[in-house]
């Protein structure tokens, strides 16, 4: 037996190539033709419109639209409680 480290016969796993998106997320709706589902309360389609926009805003915006719509529906809550 030599001292020299023999080659494996197992070759290491080669990285794979990304592969293609499909069809639906390379050709992606914009936000502007997103149609969000009606609740039947105007006040919570309302406060839920920002919504259909927000995929298209970095996110740092995006975080703020969230915010803005959890508030406006919090707000609506506080209204059917009280």
Do not use: F, K
């Not at 794979?16 to 009606?38: G, T, Y």
């Not at 639209?65 to 406006?72: F, S």
């Amino acid at each position: 037996m030599s001292d020299h480290a023999q080659p494996s016969d197992a070759q290491e796993p080669q990285p794979q190539e990304p592969q293609p998106r499909a069809q639906s997320e390379q050709q992606a709706v914009p936000a502007a033709a997103v149609r969000l589902p009606q609740t039947g309360d105007q006040r919570v389609d309302e406060a839920l419109e920002p919504l259909a926009g927000v995929r298209d805003l970095p996110p740092a915006e995006q975080v703020e639209v969230y915010v803005g719509v959890h508030r406006a529906l919090q707000d609506r809550l506080a209204d059917l409680e009280g």
